[in-house]
């Protein structure tokens, strides 16, 4: 089945650029476009930065799964969700320069945020705007910020920790 993944919110490109930001990435992700692939043969040949990679896809749900038979034990498998993306989205320069701000920051720079973020929200979670009062900065580069974590999530106008 073709599927679609319309972008019309610029936020959205973050997990998109980010998906492709690795060799590794870029490698997997072409991988499971082709094919059904467990998580088994993606460590085989990418080792652990390839499984890491198959969890960001899937927090992005850029990958579907399934649960396929193996002679051992069944095993969860991954393909991609997308076999396209539209894109048509508009958006002020200074909020688009936030989101690909958010998309291209340093790891080391965007992990010191996300941890600062992850122990403010706390178990609960808190709202968006209070969020970005206290890390000093916008809602949109915030909201770049929560879509490229693993960690971190939307849930409403509240961010949350992904457990």
């Known amino acids: 089945m073709t599927r679609i993944k319309v972008v019309s919110e610029a ?7 980010r998906a492709v930001d690795t060799k590794v990435k870029r490698e997997v992700f072409k ?3 082709e094919n059904w692939r467990t998580a088994k043969d993606i460590e085989n040949k990418f080792g652990e930065e390839g499984l ?22 069944p095993e ?11 894109i048509d989205t508009s958006s002020t320069v200074h909020e ?4 690909l701000a958010a998309a291209v920051m340093s790891n080391e720079d965007f992990e010191k945020l996300e941890k600062k973020i992850y122990r403010f929200i706390g178990e609960e979670g808190k709202f968006i705007g209070d969020v970005a ?9 915030l909201t770049g910020l929560v879509k490229r974590s693993s960690k971190l999530e939307y849930r409403g106008h509240r961010i949350e920790r992904l457990h």
Not at 133 to 141: F, G, P, R, V
Request: without cysteine; proline residues 2%.
């Open 76 to 86: 969860k498998a991954y393909h991609s969700f997308y076999s396209s993306f539209h």
């Open 96 to 99: 688009i320069t936030d989101i």
């Open 52 to 73: 890491e990679a198959l969890k960001f896809f899937e927090k992005m749900n850029l990958v579907e799964t399934k649960w396929q038979s193996s002679e051992v034990e």
């Open 133 to 141: 009062e206290k890390i000093d900065t916008s809602q949109t580069l």
């Open 11 to 17: 936020a959205e490109l973050v997990p998109i650029l």
């Open 31 to 33: 991988e499971v476009t």
